[in-house]
């Protein structure tokens, strides 16, 4: 069974990801069960995500990707409602923690050892993440240079801690490119949860997507605040 665990769509300021049948036409293409929806500090996607794709027989995992004042983002997983406030851009780290495990969600590590942005490298003491951290993405499909994921499995490897795995997919040709590969096929949201967190049967299955997406993001991001400042087409970016 393989699953992306971190996928963001068009509410992502930075993303197009359209909730429509390309959505589902490239994910049954490439034989994914599931997907996690982690827009950035909303979870406005996962509704309109769970409509479209539970009726075709592919998992919608609930979760948030958010930014913190700390050091990096917190991939917040099997959630139950938004994280964040609106309006802010930034949230308090343990502030997110807490709201996450009120819903009995999952604590992750987005892309910790990525120098090229904003990281958790500082933070990687094995003390302080069992205090926090459920989880820690091992491999991102984002991540340029393949030491940094190397480095995360290992770190997950050598202090058992549970893994992700995702393709920080933007855009419709990413998804698939970072999945985690369940050994059983789980018929519930709830045994996927148990069988990432006993870890023993997660496999990574990867696929670098190619740098230029990342100034694809920027880029979009961009024109998506000019266009909220400036233009009534800023509507549509932001639907």
Same mark, same amino acid.
């Given at each position: 069974?393989?699953?992306?665990?971190?996928?963001?769509?068009?509410?992502?300021?930075?993303?197009?990801? =359209?909730?429509?049948?390309?959505?589902?036409?490239?994910?049954?293409?490439?034989?994914?069960?599931?997907?996690?929806?982690?827009?950035?500090?909303?979870?406005?996607?996962?509704?309109?995500?769970?409509?479209?794709?539970?009726?075709?027989?592919?998992?919608?995992?609930?979760?948030?990707?958010?930014?913190?004042?700390?050091?990096?983002?917190?991939?917040?997983?099997?959630?139950?409602?938004?994280?964040?406030?609106?309006?802010?851009?930034?949230?308090?780290?343990?502030?997110?923690?807490?709201?996450?495990?009120?819903?009995?969600?999952?604590?992750?590590?987005?892309?910790?050892?990525?120098?090229?942005?904003?990281?958790?490298?500082?933070?990687?003491?094995?003390?302080?993440?069992?205090?926090?951290?459920?989880?820690?993405?091992?491999?991102?499909?984002?991540?340029?240079?393949?030491?940094?994921?190397?480095?995360?499995?290992?770190?997950?490897?050598?202090?058992?801690? =549970?893994?992700?795995?995702?393709?920080?997919?933007?855009?419709?040709?990413?998804?698939?490119?970072?999945?985690?590969?369940?050994?059983?096929?789980?018929?519930?949201?709830?045994?996927?949860?148990?069988?990432?967190?006993?870890?023993?049967?997660?496999?990574?299955?990867?696929?670098?997507?190619? =740098?230029?997406?990342?100034?694809?993001?920027?880029?979009?991001?961009?024109?998506?605040?000019?266009?909220?400042?400036?233009?009534?087409?800023?509507?549509?970016?932001?639907?």
């Amino acid at each position: 069974m393989k699953i992306d665990l971190h996928v963001h769509t068009h509410l992502s300021s930075d993303a197009w990801i =359209p909730l429509n049948k390309d959505l589902v036409r490239v994910l049954k293409k490439r034989g994914i069960q599931g997907i996690a929806i982690t827009d950035h500090n909303t979870f406005k996607g996962v509704v309109k995500a769970k409509k479209l794709l539970e009726k075709e027989g592919i998992f919608v995992i609930p979760g948030e990707e958010v930014k913190t004042t700390k050091k990096g983002e917190l991939l917040c997983l099997f959630i139950n409602e938004e994280i964040c406030s609106p309006g802010l851009k930034k949230y308090r780290f343990l502030e997110v923690v807490d709201k996450v495990k009120e819903q009995d969600g999952l604590v992750g590590l987005s892309h910790p050892l990525d120098f090229s942005r904003k990281n958790w490298i500082s933070e990687m003491q094995i003390d302080w993440i069992n205090k926090y951290i459920d989880i820690i993405e091992a491999y991102n499909a984002r991540c340029n240079l393949h030491l940094m994921n190397k480095r995360a499995y290992s770190f997950c490897i050598n202090h058992n801690i =549970p893994f992700t795995a995702g393709s920080d997919a933007h855009f419709l040709m990413e998804i698939g490119r970072g999945c985690l590969v369940l050994d059983e096929q789980e018929e519930t949201i709830e045994a996927i949860r148990r069988q990432i967190m006993s870890g023993n049967s997660c496999k990574l299955w990867n696929s670098n997507s190619l =740098p230029f997406v990342n100034v694809s993001s920027i880029c979009l991001h961009a024109l998506t605040g000019i266009s909220q400042a400036f233009w009534p087409i800023g509507r549509y970016f932001s639907t």
